[in-house]
């Protein structure tokens, strides 16, 4: 498809219709899609983990739940976005793996879901819809157009949300 945009591993992309928004890979990862519906603008953010805290040096904004989200809410600005008329959807987060653990360091996608709603709401955003857990993996295509978000999964069918 031409006019699908996609949005790698620990990256951001931003697009107006008729492009649609794509990223594939999100088992324990989370897709964050931002919407101006007045504007058409959309943004996909595909996040690995929850926090930047820990990591040193410089870093890839888009990697980790904060940071990735104050990435995206900057360039968002930086096109005419009123951040306070964003909505979100959000989908991954799923348990990939079996872990013997009983703690949740190792349950990086429950992490993962948490820290996004966090920070959605810390920054004022209204999260429509979302699809997270499990332990399948999932491919989304965002429409900027009117906000849809489809989601394919691997033995648990499509749907929209």
């Not at 805290?53 to 739940?65: D, L, M």
């Not at 879901?113 to 999260?127: D, P, S, T, Y």
């Amino acid at each position: 498809m031409d006019n699908v945009l996609h949005v790698g591993i620990a990256d951001m992309k931003i697009a107006t219709p008729p492009l649609l928004l794509m990223t594939t890979g999100l088992g324990s990862c989370i897709g964050i899609c931002f919407r101006d519906e007045s504007k058409k603008i959309a943004c996909l953010v595909h996040i690995m983990l929850p926090s930047c805290e820990h990591a040193k040096g410089s870093f890839n904004k888009a990697k980790f739940a904060d940071s990735g989200i104050i990435f995206a809410l900057s360039e968002l600005e930086k096109k005419g976005v009123i951040i306070s008329k964003l909505t979100a959807k959000i989908a991954g987060g799923a348990q990939m793996f079996k872990s013997p653990a009983e703690n949740d360091i190792m349950k990086i996608g429950y992490r993962n879901a948490v820290a996004v709603e966090e920070h959605l709401k810390k920054h004022n955003i209204r999260l429509l819809a979302k699809d997270v857990g499990g332990n399948f993996g999932r491919t989304i295509v965002f429409d900027p157009a009117n906000g849809a978000l489809n989601i394919k999964t691997i033995g648990h069918g499509e749907r929209m949300i």
